[in-house]
């Protein structure tokens, strides 16, 4: 909620969904008063019907036969007062059932473990809990992993798929589906889909040593921001091996701001420190911002910030980033699109090959812009990745052309060569 500022949007669904709540909690208590009430008022009008009939039809009745007609009535009443009790604690039940049944029917997948400081401070140790796809031996040969390391042996991520019918309504509006329609549209979507598998990353083998640039380049839409999941352990890991050393800086592309002062923003509750605040907001190109501000870095930020551009909210999460220490591995997913050309590649220059030199950094963007810088150079096609490749490798291959040509039928290789389908 907090990585993609969905506190709002969440809290009015669930004011809608507790309206609704209530409006059937209202109904079933008047249902519940009317049960109630009939439970009382049905044995005596229920004896007044019978005596009337009776004597109706036989002209007289003596006290024997209406004694026992009223005990028979009141024995009936207790089966009266269980049936509806009955008919919902098996509705409840029914509910219930069908809740385990969904929940047991679900993809089962294996998150990813926890990452567990060792004795010593310079490297990292996997915890034994792990996958069951790898045996033991495997773990025992690469449990170790150094700080500011990623490493992908044969790893393969998908998003979970749903194979019901969703329905999306507005958070300010309730919509009300009816419920033949629901069933015609599922049954329609049952008739002429498949189970179709969500987007997919397969076979990434990528070795990122401590304190490397990776720029990781492709299209929209290509799966740079899954890659960048993949690596936080948001997007679920099927098959394969993962490994991060050290602590992780991310910023992503919705920029989070907190409703607090600009420095509060980019502090994050860590200490401050004068000297280091300067340098991360010279080399953010927040500097000249702050001057256009009414107070300065005092200056109240609102929710979501609104009173802040884009290329501001950016450059305030690249800032939180920077100003963040003891971080390995720096992860950003494409926050320099948000801002101007020149600032872009100012920020570059002083925050992530300046200020965030030392850290491992993975950059994904659209285009090759700072090729030249890149230690690696894993670039994402239409269909497929190539990773694990040397900048010298790829560089022959530009990365707009190769998503172009993909398109007519080519595609990378594993190794990041340019490999054309024939007819």
Known sequence: ??????????????EKLRAQEATFLRKFHSLQVMNTVMLFLTPTFLSGVTLGLYVLLHS????????TLIAMVNICRTALFQLPQAISSFCKA??????????????????DYPLLHSANSDSTVVSPRSIPLL???FNNVYGVIDRGTISF?????SWLHTNGLVVVTSAETSAVVDSSVQKSLAQESKNNSTDIEGFQLEGINLEIERGSLVMVVGRVGAGKSSLVNAILGEMPRTSGMLEIGGCVAYVSQDTW?????????????QDYDAERYVQVLDASQLAMDLKALPNGDSTEIGERGINLSGGQKARVAIARAMYRTGTDVLILDDPLSAVDPHVAHAIFAKCVVGLAGEQTRLLSCRTS???????????????????????KEVKPVDAQKTMAEETE??????????????D
């Open 257 to 269: 701001i907190r409703n607090a002062t600009l420095r509060d923003n980019i502090l994050f509750e």
């Open 94 to 111: 029914e509910i219930s059932l069908s809740r385990i049944d969904v929940f047991l029917g679900s993809d089962e997948f294996v998150t």
């Open 1 to 14: 909620m907090k990585y993609y500022t969905w506190e709002e949007p969440l809290a009015q669904r669930v």
């Open 369 to 391: 812009s700072y090729e030249e810088m890149a230690s690696q150079f894993p670039c994402f096609a239409t269909s497929s990745f190539a990773v694990g490749t040397e900048k």
């Open 409 to 422: 039928g080519n595609h990378l290789d594993p190794t990041g060569q340019l490999i054309h389908e024939e």
């Open 60 to 67: 007289t009745i003596d006290i024997i036969e209406a004694f």
């Open 135 to 137: 045996s033991d031996d």
């Open 153 to 157: 042996r044969d790893a393969s991520f």
